[in-house]
């Protein structure tokens, strides 16, 4: 059971739209920043979003971001079959005195 | 280019012990924490714990406090994370990450899978 909730999967045609959510509480994402990391299986994990909405170098722009309250989001736009891997989100948690991460989400492109 | 790079696969007996180490380059290593995070299969990601190469202070998750001890080696830029008492759900691959931005993890090693069979 993760700290921070995602929903399991999600999916959408090349150039849809897509919403990852990621919820928490006042201990984690209420008071701290959101960040996300896409996992590709047998790879290595890569920083797509942090302190919420910033991106990287080298991430498009087609990639964002977005917290309120409790709750953050991961917004791909102009999907593509690259896109298809798992999604994390995590932020610091006052009370564990460390990061927490979501339970994932599979993004499928359809 | 920042890179991270971990040592080889290890299997491992249940109840004894597995170091994992994590060779930097491409910045200044003790400047940036590391972190450890690992991922059962069928499983997320779950954070281990971090160290500081610049002084050695280190934060470990409550999960595996007293079984985890981290290390770092400045003169060759390296990383090391033991887990003793290894249990049949410490299998699983074990990252490196090192510390970015606002609490984030902004590179990772590549993975060392580290099974535990009987």
């Known amino acids: 059971q993760s700290v921070l909730t995602q929903p399991p999967s999600a999916s959408g045609t090349p150039g849809q739209w897509v919403t990852i959510s990621c919820s928490g509480s006042?201990?984690?994402?209420?008071?701290?920043?959101v960040n996300w990391y896409q996992h590709l299986p047998g790879t290595a994990p890569k920083l797509l979003i942090y302190?919420?909405?910033h991106r990287p170098s080298g991430v498009p722009d087609r990639v964002s971001g977005s917290k309120s309250g409790t709750s953050a989001s991961l917004a791909i736009s102009g999907l593509q079959s690259e896109d298809e891997a798992d999604y994390y989100c995590?932020?610091?948690?006052?009370?564990?005195?460390?990061?927490?991460f979501g339970g994932g989400t599979k993004l499928t492109v359809l | 280019q920042v890179q991270l790079l971990q040592s080889g696969a290890e299997v491992k007996k249940s109840g004894a012990s597995v170091k994992v180490s994590c060779k930097a380059s491409?910045?200044?290593?003790?400047?940036?924490?590391i972190n450890w995070v690992r991922q059962a299969p069928g499983h997320g990601l779950e954070w281990m714990g971090w160290?500081?190469?610049?002084?050695?202070?280190?934060n470990y998750a409550q999960k595996v406090q007293g079984r985890l001890t981290m290390t770092t080696d400045t003169s060759t830029s390296t990383a090391y994370m033991e887990l003793r008492s290894l249990r049949y759900d410490d299998t699983a691959v074990y990252y490196c990450?090192?510390?970015?931005?606002?609490?984030?993890?902004?590179?990772w090693g590549q993975g060392t899978l580290v099974t535990v069979s009987s």
């Open positions: 995590a932020a610091w948690d006052d009370s564990l005195n460390g990061p927490v």
């Open positions: 491409g910045y200044s290593f003790p400047n940036s924490g």
């Open positions: 302190r919420n909405s």
């Open positions: 160290i500081s190469p610049y002084n050695g202070n280190t």
């Open positions: 006042t201990s984690n994402i209420g008071t701290n920043d």
């Open positions: 990450a090192k510390d970015g931005p606002d609490s984030s993890f902004d590179y």
